[in-house]
């Protein structure tokens, strides 16, 4: 046995078991440590680095106007319609409990919509006031109704001529129709709106004030969602023939979170003490050996997320699959190194020497994929994602402990327990040894329909649709996903687009032009096939104008085209008026005026006008869109805004418009990702394998087992949201892996043993093709079971890696071969050179 | 003078409560703190001022207001008061007219410039936005002993003057607070401060008063009130000038058909 480093290192652990031992699991408390500074971020924000322009620009929206994060409770009576008195009397019940949910600024629904209209008697009065309180303010001009005094015997003194006068109401109202009740009045909705605490809420707080508020921020999301599952119970308790469902941006948070904790909850079990050790104990056969790689894995999983905390890395989505996917990759390593101990063994060697041979055999190999997945891993720091480039960071350091223990833990550990050796030899190698005869004996099929196949595979690539539809993030499983796709099958949508349309000019709103534009822009976005509901000022305006004109229906119109209809007649009355477009644009202001001084708290226009009166925002809710749709529709709402306002500033953001784009510009710098890798890896196989040909040969395998797969997943699912962006970079370093091991055995039988092209394929297959085919196993199954995942984005990950690092092993087997083979005497010449 | 004469008594009662009561309970007190205060700010009769309103969002966009207000004192009841839109250009001339009262709605009328008609609206609401602003209806009405529940709390200091620290629960229909507590300084019995609590009894708001300026050897007026709404980030301050007291205001300054000639 050669004395060089590694031996030497091999020696100093397995003669000082007990110092690696207590050094490595120092190593562990000292990382692990670290896990107390993780925090586990509910908001979907965290998808979105701080510099993403659509985020920007929706947090400008944000703050311009009213905040829209939501919580909505969809209800449906299972019998009668919604108003039904009993029905109405849940729904006022719910919109003034909803007001005790925390972080509340305001409450809509139907009960509570502002409506205004004038009386008979007095067409100068203008009453105000909330749906249940039109009959008594009707009735009695000195009426103290609102909302929350409404009664439930109120309710039940309804008469069925009013309750429908009330639905009449409801019904003709654009701001409500397909937003908070359907046209059949069968299903209805009461949306809360939450005012967060957020990370920029902690400037300038210090020590215990600082603490308290970032408490605050990180529990937020619990607190509503509990309330409103409270409030949910509560309801139906209240009302049996209620269905009521939850949906909204809060609870999308709130579902982010308690999906990734389950997934931790469940799939880290099954992989650490079902998959694992199985897997493990077949291959080696060894319940020391098992044991001790379990132990490993353990450590290197506590030492990745304690890492992350270290790093200041907050728990989200995808990082709960870190202990997942660490484990996978752990394993490979003691694999390796303790297959070729336990041979050793089996050869009559001492423990300690077996010990140090393997260390000596496996060193650089291991080194060398660890090195690869490491890289691999980094590219995802050119994700636009901040959780993906965490989790890829996170990674890289759990496969980094990996290899250290390995080497060192492992090596030790071994050594303190009882090593069994059975004798028995696996049949595992004479089907390898089969299986290399029927790949060089069938070279010349092989070649040509791997090449045909692969590449009719590749060609369902465009097949694939990016789509990053958050919605979709959640499997069927999931409540909230259930419950949004009943709303938006049945209601309205949870996809919004949000417009803030700014003339700059303080009243600019009010010029009829910009209401003019603002009405045509509103009719064109209601004719997109897309859209469910466009919620704009012109609908109050239009209302408005109807009430100052004596409720007459003809008056049911923006100001200005009102004028044709006798309404506004005093604007007229002194015959030709020179600037009669600035006296509508003042009668215009007055009736905001007017109106805004009659709205009760939370029921204000904030949300959809800016205090200055020179931008509104539209709200335009879509149907469940992919990330394509939501492009195009955004692009054909910009090109109308070029051609009918170009004047006006016009900023349109929302979560799914950020999800769309960042869906997109995702998979794109992802590529360029792993086209980085791709260079930097050939580049150490060219080096590590001294062989410039080879290095190039390798990128075949290294890149057709990725095409192959998105062409399967084309073919079979179709859909790549940003999860799937990842798993490039992420294959990339493993499936280089397999390429490292085959080539280094094959170069050997041709450097070392001077055997020809045919024989050394036969020798790469004997030494490695059944370690690779166990490995591989592992591999699979491992991200199998990240596949079950109910977040999407994981379950996704981990099916599209496993397909991919299958496809890479049958490139391996079948087509690098041939490839090997293929003529190319120049090949032998430059290898025998 | 009768009045003055009166409300010096009840000061100096209620100077001397402060200090000697034993069997007082703080519910006594806060309304011993309201009666005194309400009667310091008694028999000012008529006033008028212009006011500025400054209203920024969280992106820390800024909208101005600017309206004269005056007002007459109503005694046993409400005030009357008249707000006459200056700023922004479109609204201009437009004014509001209201009787506050004790009990019941409030009467309001508004007279549209552009329309030359005057419509009253019902206003059982008195927790909406004034104007857009994060001042509500009822942060700017008269302030009538009637109106609350009082308990004091506490002593404290802020800004170097002794206060009194009063809870208030409005005792009115359709407020939107659960209660309010307000910073009283013991000198003057002038408001400082008051945080507003939302129904789900999370702090709301907090609107801060300075620039005092005393008129008439009496009445004092702070020409400074900042209002912050802490859970939307937004804010609105109201400057105040110009204040005159006397200024010959009769009933007939605040009737419907005064609204047309306001400006």
């Known amino acids: ?833 | 003078m009768k009045r003055i004469l009166s409300s010096l008594l009840l000061a100096v009662a209620a100077v001397s409560m402060t200090t000697t009561a034993v069997a007082e309970t703080p519910e006594e007190k806060g309304l011993a703190i309201a009666k005194e205060a309400k009667a310091r700010n008694t028999g000012w009769g008529d006033s008028q001022a212009d006011m500025t309103m400054i209203l920024r969002d969280k992106g820390g966009n800024e909208a101005e207001r600017i309206v004269k207000v005056k007002s007459l004192e109503v005694k046993g009841d409400g005030d009357k008061g008249l707000s006459v839109f200056e700023q922004p250009r479109d609204v201009e001339g437009t004014a509001f007219l209201t009787y506050s009262h004790i009990e019941g709605n409030d009467d309001q009328w508004l007279f549209l410039p552009a329309l030359k008609r005057v419509k009253r609206i019902s206003s059982s609401n008195k927790s909406g936005p004034w104007m857009g602003s994060e001042f509500a209806y009822e942060d700017l009405s008269s302030f009538e002993v009637e109106k609350y529940d009082y308990k004091f709390l506490r002593d404290d200091e802020l800004n170097g003057e002794k206060m009194f620290v009063v809870e208030m629960v409005p005792t009115y229909n359709n407020s939107g607070y659960s209660k309010t507590i307000a910073w009283i300084d013991q000198e003057h019995y002038r408001v400082h401060r008051i945080e507003f609590f939302d129904q789900k009894n999370d702090k709301l708001k907090e609107l801060n008063m300075s620039e005092f300026k005393q008129y008439l050897d009496k009445y004092w007026r702070a020409h400074r009130q900042e209002m912050e709404n802490v859970q939307t980030g937004k804010s609105t301050t109201i400057i105040w000038k110009d204040y005159e007291f006397n200024v010959g205001l009769t009933e007939d300054d605040f009737n419907k058909s005064s609204l047309k000639r306001a400006r």
């Open chain 1, 1 to 833: 046995m050669p004395e060089n480093n590694t031996v030497k290192f091999g020696r100093f652990v397995i003669s000082h078991p007990w110092l690696v031992i207590l050094a490595s699991i120092l190593l562990v408390v000292a990382t692990t440590y670290g896990a107390r500074f993780l925090e586990i971020k509910t908001d979907y924000r965290v998808f979105f680095a701080e510099d993403n322009p659509q985020l920007i620009a929706f947090e400008n929206i944000q703050n311009t106007y009213d905040k829209a994060d939501n919580a909505m409770f969809v209800i449906t009576p299972k019998e009668g319609s919604v108003f039904d008195r009993e029905t109405l009397k849940s729904i006022h019940w719910l919109t003034e409990q909803a007001w005790q949910i925390p972080y509340t600024t305001r409450v809509d629904s139907i009960t509570n919509y502002q409506h205004t209209w004038v009386t008979p008697e007095d067409e100068d009065y203008m009453l105000v006031g909330a749906l249940l309180c039109i009959p008594d303010k009707s009735s009695n001009f000195d009426s103290e109704c609102e909302h929350e005094s409404v009664s439930e015997q109120m309710i039940d003194d309804l008469s069925d001529a009013e309750i429908k006068r009330l639905q009449d109401i409801v019904l003709h109202e654009p701001q409500l129709v397909n937003r908070v009740i359907n046209p059949d009045s069968s299903v209805t909705a009461v949306n809360v709106t939450v005012q967060l605490p957020q990370d920029p809420d902690l400037e300038g707080l210090e020590g215990k004030a600082w603490k308290e508020k970032k408490t605050e921020i990180l529990t937020a999301v619990t607190k509503v969602s509990e309330h409103v599952g409270k409030l949910q119970s509560e309801l139906i308790e209240r009302n049996p023939n209620l269905e009521v469902r939850l949906t909204g941006v809060v609870m999308m948070n709130n579902t982010f979170a308690e999906t990734g904790k389950n997934d931790m909850m469940t799939l880290t079990p099954i992989m650490l003490f079902l998959v694992i050790p199985l897997a493990l104990y077949f291959m080696i056969r060894s319940t020391s050996g098992t044991v001790a790689s379990v132990i490993i894995i353990i450590f290197s999983i506590m030492g990745a997320l304690g890492g992350a905390g270290w790093l200041g890395i907050a728990m989200t989505a995808p990082m709960f699959s870190v202990p997942t996917v660490v484990a996978t990759m752990a394993v490979a390593d003691s694999v390796h190194l303790l297959v070729t101990f336990l041979q050793g063994m089996r050869h009559g060697m001492s423990k300690q020497d077996a010990m140090v041979e393997s260390i000596r055999i496996n060193m650089m190999p291991i080194f060398l994929t660890s090195i690869t997945t490491v890289i691999g891993f980094l590219t995802m720091n050119f994700s636009e994602v901040p959780p993906l480039r965490d989790m890829g960071n996170t990674v890289a350091v759990g496969v980094t402990l990996a290899f250290i223990f390995s080497v060192t833990f492992l090596p030790a550990m071994m050594m303190l327990l009882p090593v069994k050796v059975s004798d028995k030899k696996s049949k595992g190698h004479h089907w390898m040894d089969s299986f290399a005869d029927f790949v060089v004996n069938k070279r010349k099929v092989l070649l040509p329909v791997m090449a045909v196949i692969s590449i009719a595979i590749i060609a369902a690539i465009p097949k694939n649709e990016l789509n990053d539809e958050f919605v979709k993030y959640f499997d069927e499983s999931i409540d909230f996903r259930v419950d949004s796709d009943y709303t938006a099958e049945n209601l309205t949508g949870l996809y919004t687009a949000f417009y803030s349309i700014d003339t700059k000019t303080g009243s600019g709103i009010h010029e009829p032009e910009f209401m003019a534009m603002l009405k045509d822009f509103v009719e064109y976005a209601e004719q997109q096939p897309e859209v469910l509901h466009v919620q704009s000022y012109t609908d109050v305006m239009k209302r408005l104008n109807k009430s100052m004109n004596g409720d007459r229906e003809e008056c049911y119109a923006l100001p200005k085209p009102s004028l044709d209809k006798g309404c506004n007649a005093v604007l007229l009355e002194d015959g030709e008026v020179a600037d009669l477009d600035t006296l509508i644009r003042e009668l215009t202001a007055q009736y905001t005026l007017i109106y805004e001084t009659s709205l009760p708290r939370g029921m204000d226009i904030n949300n959809q006008v800016n205090s200055d009166k020179s931008g509104t925002r539209i709200q335009i809710a879509l149907e469940n869109l992919s990330s394509v749709q939501v492009l195009n529709l955004e692009d054909r709402f910009s090109q109308w805004f070029e051609k009918n306002a170009p004047a006006m500033e016009i900023s349109g953001s929302s979560p799914a418009i950020m999800f769309a784009h960042i869906g997109q510009n995702n998979i794109y710098s992802m590529l360029k990702g792993t086209a980085w890798a791709l260079v930097l890896i050939s580049l150490l196989l060219i080096f590590a394998l001294r062989s410039l040909k080879l290095g190039m040969l390798s990128l075949i395998p290294n890149i057709v087992p990725m095409a192959v797969a998105f062409g399967i997943w084309g073919l079979f699912q179709g859909q790549i949201g940003m999860g799937l962006s990842v798993v490039t970079g992420m294959t990339l370093g493993i499936v280089v892996d397999d390429t490292v091991h085959f080539l280094s055995k094959y170069l050997r039988a041709r450097r070392e043993k001077g055997l020809d092209k045919e024989a050394a394929v036969k020798y790469a297959f004997h030494t490695v093709g059944m370690a690779l085919t166990v490995t591989t196993i592992v591999l699979v199954l491992g991200f199998l079971v990240l596949g079950m995942s109910h977040y999407v984005m994981n379950s996704h990950m981990g099916i599209l890696t496993a397909i991919t690092l299958a496809v890479a092993l049958i490139i391996d087997f079948l087509l690098l071969p041939p490839l090997l083979m293929l003529g190319g005497k120049k090949l032998k010449d430059k290898v025998a050179n």
